[in-house]
């Protein structure tokens, strides 16, 4: 009798203990290993019993293979939604892990914190401010496809997860053409919560250096002017007091020359298929933490507990101003629309005046290599050493636009109108078919890239011409004013010469296909009537003959230069771009002309 009573006595003991031991998976080994996701969830399941009324989590959406995708909301008072986080004037700060889930130090480092904000009353008043959205691992199928083979430049834990999610898509890459249904979900949350403040965790590649973490922010140049100055300021504050906790951080190091850092370091370039550039569209400081690949993976955990710490710390300390600077950020954008004198950048360059920077580094030689015929590089992490390098990561404004009082989008052209409300840009529905004529642009000599990148086959480079057309809109046709927060968003979409535009990812290609073609012995004839009635025409084909031995030897070639300048081609609109561009008069015009319009965007599910 004695012997079940003691064990049920140990078992109970045994109970105690694990409802008392907030030991993390990864703390467990010692930070051999990262936990599955089942692991994660289950842990992050027991914080949110331990404490119902600082933790909450969400399902925000499902992945292709079927697995939940699961945020945590931590607040130190229960605001659990962004109404009522607004309403007692809180800052959301969105921090996420492993968008590349063998980079997976922001998982573990999320974690220990939230036990140490929920349970363990490490952090007891870091959320009053503020409520942080976490999500511990964004490409969940990704980080289930684990392997020890996966990251061959980084040192533990044990098997890391994969780069891609199950169709083989980068997710830091999707931010704005959004094909993945992770980012579909994504972009949900996002404008469910419209954080003030981004943190994406990742793990870098590349050099041998001492710092733990390297962070990078977008230029000012890509950002509102207040947007940027907070940024700098949340940074030149933060730094010191992490270093004082024994780490070593950089901005981010994108070395001229991978085999001579000492040559000195540029602008990676970011966008908005990137985590920060995409913010930067929608008006919001974003930060990127790269923690070093080298260093054990208990250092870079820390790493990240510590900055992430130590950032939330500072802005519930006053989250005024970036609240501030979000909402002035905003209230430009919407009062620039249809101004003739606002230019919008599209592409940047990098500044030519470059800045000293001390970098830290390691001593290295560099010897000729019998296998690959370059330079190896080889570090010695014992002789450290530290040089002043020049720093080419400014950038200027390159090819700029004046955006107009509102684009439309023909019905026909589904895709686009689908990315649109995917990103929640607002827009009108026509539901009655109108004529209108605007600005558009005509497209000619496109240059496709010889291979896939994220499964596009980008348009490398095309002439755009400024043109204006009348054009009949079916219904179904939306306009999308300029005078909304999320502007920036719809003219990197839809402005063709913008890097990540629609039409620069291959949605748009059919544009450049003409459908109906001429016969050579139709050609023949039109050939010898065209030459007939313009004598410059004959002279210019003539002169087409003598320069170029291709053409003159392509009897294929030869007809179609003068089918390509007959009525027939031009009556196809080959290179016709679709979206229209209103001035404020033509946008009056068009709402004026008796159109009942009806919201076009597709409305955010309850998270």
Known sequence: MLRPILAGLLGLATLGAQATDWTTPAEATHFRTTPSYADTLA???????????????????????????????????????????????????????????????????????????AVTGKWPHLLDHVVLVFIPVFSVDGHENSSPYHRINQNGPESQGFRGQSQYLNLNRDYIKADAPEMRAWLRLWQHWLPDFLIDVHTTDGADYPYDLTWYTEDPHKLDPGVAA?????????????????????????????????????????????????????????????????????????????????????????????????????????????????????????????????????????????????????????????????????????????????????????????????HGVAMQRLDHAVTVTAGSYQLDRPEWADSPFEGHHMLRSVDVAPVTRTVTLPPGSVIVPMDQRAANVAIELLEPQAPDSLLRWGYLGAVFEAKEYGEPRVLERLARDMLARDPALATRFQQRLATDPAFAASPRERLDWFYRRSPWYAAQAVGAYPVLRLDPSQLRTLRGAGVDARPAASPTPDL
């Open 43 to 117: 842990y992050l399941e027991r914080l949110q019993r331990a404490a119902p009324g600082r933790l909450k989590l969400v399902t925000f959406g499902t992945t292709p293979e079927g697995r939940p995708m699961t945020a945590v909301i931590a607040s130190d008072d229960g605001t659990f939604d962004p109404a009522a986080a607004r309403a007692t004037h809180k800052a959301v700060v969105l921090v996420q892990a492993g968008i590349h889930p063998g980079e997976i130090e922001g998982k573990d480092a999320g974690l220990m914190l939230l036990r140490d904000i």
């Open 230 to 422: 907070w940024q700098q300021a949340l940074m030149d504050h933060t730094l010191p007091a992490y270093e004082k906790r024994g780490h070593l951080a950089s901005i981010y190091l994108e070395f001229k020359d991978g085999r001579d850092p000492t040559r000195g370091i540029v602008n990676f370039g970011s966008g908005p298929r990137f985590s920060t550039g995409y913010a930067a569209l929608q008006n919001r400081p974003a930060l990127l933490i790269e923690t070093h690949m080298l260093k054990p993976y208990a250092v870079r955990v820390r790493a990240v507990y510590d900055l992430v710490q130590l950032l939330l710390a500072r802005i519930d300390a006053d989250p005024k101003p970036l609240l501030a600077a979000d909402a002035a950020a905003d209230a430009r954008v919407i009062a620039r629309a249809g101004r003739p004198d606002a230019r919008v950048p599209l592409t940047f360059k990098l500044s030519p005046e470059s800045t000293p920077h001390v970098f830290k580094g390691y001593a290295f030689t560099v010897t000729p290599s019998d296998i690959s015929g370059a330079g190896w590089i080889r570090y010695d992490p014992h002789q450290p050493r530290t040089w002043t390098i020049p720093n080419w990561n400014a950038l200027l404004p390159d090819l700029s636009i004046t955006p107009p009082a509102a684009y439309v989008v023909p019905a026909q052209w589904s895709v686009m109108i689908d990315r649109l409300a995917a």
